[in-house]
């Protein structure tokens, strides 16, 4: 079973509006959680770090929020753009050993026009 | 400023074919991994390096070899291609372990006939 799991698994919405996506992770211990962006064709770009003590943090158009205790998170987008349109991958760092990255399979994001 | 490159971007191998796909960074980056991507999947790590000389196997390794001569380089070598190697490569590197940003190449578009 995967530790990091992402949902939806794909989401159209249209240009101007908001969406949240989801990752819920089972990875300990924790050291912090990424969300980056993959164009396609490209590679994975990072958008946010969250740490164990950080809740919420910005990034232009993206607020990422983390609930330690529940071990979620969540990529909220505002005003969407034609741009924004790409794969969000959750990543999960643990404290342990040097494989220390795991992967969510990513949220595909369609935005029309 | 190049980040890391990675080519070819495209390659289409026969089954049993060997090949080596080509990983560089020119941010000085200690650590440098191979990942696959396949669809509806998390990316997975095949192979990793701390530093110069010293490489070790991650979640995938079975029929890929790696070497890293030098800090910049990290080639990833198909020793006989086989139609489940098909996928997305995707070479990282980052400052250190412990859950730092990764970089990511452009990725590899490998298909084995």
């Known amino acids: 079973k995967n530790q990091v799991e992402q949902s939806p698994q794909s989401l159209i919405i249209l240009e101007g509006k908001n969406c949240t996506l989801q990752?819920?992770?089972?990875?300990?211990?924790?050291?912090?959680l990424r969300w980056y962006k993959q164009d396609t064709g490209r590679g994975p770009v990072s958008l946010t770090i969250m740490t164990f003590s950080e809740n919420t943090k910005s990034n232009g158009r993206y607020t990422a929020t983390l609930d330690a205790d529940t071990k979620q998170s969540s990529l909220h987008i505002t005003a969407s753009q034609l741009s924004d349109s790409a794969s969000y991958i959750c990543v999960v760092s643990a404290r342990v050993g040097n494989n220390d990255m795991r992967f969510g399979a990513g949220t595909r994001l369609t935005v029309k026009p | 400023n190049a980040g890391v490159t990675q080519t070819p971007k495209f390659q289409v191998l026969k089954t049993g074919q060997s090949m080596t796909l080509q990983c560089a960074q020119d941010?000085?980056?200690?650590?440098m991994s191979w990942y696959r991507q396949d669809p509806g999947m998390g990316l997975r790590l095949i192979h990793y390096s701390v530093g110069a000389g010293i490489t070790d196997q991650g979640e995938v390794p079975n029929g890929y070899n790696v070497s890293r001569s030098t800090t910049e380089d990290f080639p990833l070598r198909l020793l006989s291609a086989a139609p489940s190697q098909t996928s997305v490569y995707f070479c990282?590197?980052?400052?250190?372990?412990?859950?730092?940003?990764?970089?990511f190449g452009q990725g590899t578009r490998l298909t084995v006939v």
């Open positions: 990282a590197s980052s400052y250190r372990l412990g859950g730092t940003e990764a970089f």
């Open positions: 990752c819920n992770y089972t990875v300990s211990p924790f050291s912090n």
């Open positions: 941010m000085n980056h200690e650590y």
